[in-house]
């Protein structure tokens, strides 16, 4: 695949693929609970919510390995009470049934412990998820943009543009998962000397913009 054709992809699948060995394990769990967080069906358990919170820390290695699987048990024993103890094994292995994959709550719940998961660092584990029709293509193609850049252009990021400034504005979006700050560190990078128009144009563009931003992580020193 050339960059021409890459950019201008429509199936998530291959946009994956493109990203072969480039994807960090890091990058690999945020893009999952991007997605997770993706679907506007917020689970009355607030063992699932929880359980993408954890995933979050889990990536930056702020988890204890006891806590993450405490995170992932609860997770999961919120599913089996949610599906009213119908076969769960299958989904949780990826093999969801229509009835699961058309119920809201249930995504949201495999979506929440998948995040969890030890595969979610498997690229081919993401591509199986692009299979199950939760999500539109659009929207995995734009978290995966936004997460992990373009591998075909990688971007030199030169540490004096790393300012005070920059950092605290990217910390804060981090933080909040609030990224509408976006074009105001676009101003502070570009005080700085910053001149990429690869990372000016992503601050600028309508995102839309995730915890992994592949700018933010710069910013931050996040690989």
Known sequence: MTEAEWLACEDPAEVLEALGTRASARKLRLFAC???????????????????????????GLLERSQREQAFYDARVAMWELSGRLQVEPLLAGRMSQSIADAPEFQTAFYAIFALD?????????????????????????????????????????????????????????????????????????????????????????????????????????T
């Open 34 to 60: 991007a997605l997770a967080r993706t679907l506007q069906v917020r689970p009355t358990d607030p063992r699932l919510r929880a359980a993408v919170d954890a995933a979050e820390q889990d990536a930056d």
């Open 118 to 222: 030890g595969e979610t660092e498997n690229i081919d584990q993401h591509l199986a998820i692009t299979e199950l029709g939760v999500f539109p293509p659009t929207t995995i193609i734009a978290i995966a943009r936004d997460i992990f850049g373009n591998p075909f252009r990688p971007v030199t990021f030169f540490p004096e543009w790393r300012t005070d400034t920059a950092v605290a504005l990217a910390g804060q979006m981090y933080e909040s998962r609030d990224f509408s700050a976006m074009p105001v560190l676009a101003d502070a990078l570009q005080d700085a000397g910053c001149d990429s128009a690869d990372i000016l144009n992503h601050c600028r563009g309508p995102g839309p913009h995730v915890r992994g931003c592949w700018v933010v992580d710069l910013v931050l020193g996040k």
